[in-house]
Each structure stands twice: as C-alpha cells, then as structure tokens.
C-alpha cells in the first residue's frame, strides 16, 4: 500500500469520506494543490487537520467535487427531451416517476420540473433530486439564484416560476413542491426503482472506467421498461449495448 492508498483508507476510517471508485490522478493532482495552498506537508497532518477543523474538510469537499451547474445545461438536448423524450414518455405513463442523480445546486432538477408543469401540468410528477454534498442540497433547497445564473432560462418561464428580490430569484413554491431532495450517495446507498427517467449528468467525470460501468448498469435496473436515462453532453455510455441499454438519441438510453 502507498501513501495515497493509505490516505484514502484514513480518509474512510475517520472521516467517512470514499474516493475509492474515482480516477486516482485527478484526486490525487487536486488534493496536493491543497494541502500545498494549506502549507500542509503531508497526507497524516492533512486528516488530522480535517478532523480537528471541520471548516478546512468543508474546503476539502469543496476542491473535490465540482458542483457548478446551469439551468437547462446543454440547451439542444433539452430540446430533444422536450419534443420527443418527455412527450413518448407520458404517451406510456402520465405520471412521471423522476431522479434527477448528483443534483447539485437544483438547476436540473428545477429546469426539469418547470418543463414538466408546461408540457404535462395536470400529471402528478414526483421528481427525487439528490447529491452527497449536503451543502449543495442545503442550497438546491432553498431555491435562490442569483440573476446572472438565470441566463439559461427562457424568459416566460422566469417570470412564471420565480419571484425577483432585487439581484435574487427564488423559485416559488409550486415548482418547488415537485421536487424532493435527498441526501445520497451513489456509490453507496440503494437506487430508487421503477423511474422513468434518469438525468445523471456531469456526475461521472472523475470515476474510473469500472465505477461508471456499474454505475450505469445499476440505473439500468432502476428504471422501467422503456424508461430513459439521459446523460451528459460528452457522456456516450461504451458498453450501453452490453447492459442492455438502447440509444434513442444522442445522450438518451432506452432500456428496452
Ligand atoms: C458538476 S455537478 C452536476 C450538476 C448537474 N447534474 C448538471 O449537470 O449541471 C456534479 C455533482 O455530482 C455530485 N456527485 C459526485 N459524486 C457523487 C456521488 N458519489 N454521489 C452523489 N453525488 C455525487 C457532486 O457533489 C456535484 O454536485
């Protein structure tokens, strides 16, 4: 076992954190730029520093986890989930059973949920959104953005479902009351059943080639026939045909 190996399991032990399913250079470049800019020397000072400041392991998750989201990111696939994803789905079921995995900030879940209200109002949607980042959820939670992060929102659909406050806009409770947050872990905790629909987008870049070919047969099996994942803009699934998965569109997998 190397340092890093041992780093990672002090990691676990005392501090309940898992990078054992992420790509090792990635992790291992962004935490010595850290412990660098702490003027931390090495990986034993750096966990006892975590333990003792939960502000610098608050910092820690920060650096690790990129968190940045946009509503409705990528706007040419939002497209094709609105005219020809959502509209087959709620042909077959309409009352859309969604998961919305490594929410972030709540801008794909909230984009997500205001599609809904204007292409099915009268269905009775649940969309799960979660993360394993309570900080993000705390924010995702509560619904404020700042105006120039609205950008990416069609103009109707800001003055229908949010409420300016100076530079600020909240997302008002109707679209809110759509959405349930969670605290989850995918590496780790169970997968909802039966979706579907599955955004999990910009999630999976520093997993390692293994970690996404489990992750994705395990959305594979909570979704239900005929139900859609939807992935990331770089995010083409290699082995799609071999979990069972077929493709609809760019970034869009069936299972059959
Ligand atoms: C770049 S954001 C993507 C947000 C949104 N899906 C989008 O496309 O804009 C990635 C999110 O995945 C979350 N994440 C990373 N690993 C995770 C894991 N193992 N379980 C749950 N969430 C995870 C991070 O906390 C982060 O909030």
Not at 62 to 84: C, G, M, Y
Not at 178 to 205: A, G, S, W, Y
């Amino acid at each position: 076992m190397d340092v890093y190996e041992k780093f990672l399991k002090d990691l676990q032990r005392r501090l309940d954190v898992d990078l054992t399913g992420y790509k090792r250079p990635q992790m291992e470049r962004r935490i010595n730029t850290l412990m660098r800019s702490l003027g931390v020397k090495d990986y034993d000072e750096f966990i006892d520093l975590m333990v003792r400041d939960k502000q610098r392991f608050d910092q820690f998750l920060d650096h690790l986890t990129i968190n940045v989201s946009e509503f409705f990111r990528n706007p040419a696939q939002w497209q094709v989930l609105e005219k020809q994803i959502l509209p087959a789905l709620l042909a077959q079921n309409p009352n859309l059973k969604i998961w919305s995995a490594g929410c972030s900030t709540g801008e794909e879940p909230y984009s997500l949920a205001m599609l809904l209200s204007e292409v099915a109002p009268r269905g009775q949607h649940s969309i799960l959104a979660t993360d394993f980042d309570v900080r993000v959820l705390k924010k995702a939670q509560e619904g404020a953005y700042p105006a120039k992060t609205t950008a990416g929102i069609p103009g109707h659909y800001l003055q229908k479902y949010f409420i300016q406050q100076g530079d600020t806009y909240r997302v008002k409770d109707e679209l809110k009351r759509l959405i349930t947050f969670r605290n989850h872990n995918l590496m780790r905790d169970k997968f909802p059943e039966q979706l579907d629909l599955i955004l999990c987008r910009n999630v999976v870049i520093y997993f390692t080639e293994e970690t996404k070919y489990e992750l994705y047969k395990k959305f594979f099996y909570a979704l239900r026939r005929q139900g859609i994942l939807f992935t990331g803009s770089t995010e083409q699934i290699i082995q799609a045909r071999e979990i069972g998965y077929e493709s609809v569109a760019i970034f869009f997998y069936r299972r059959p």
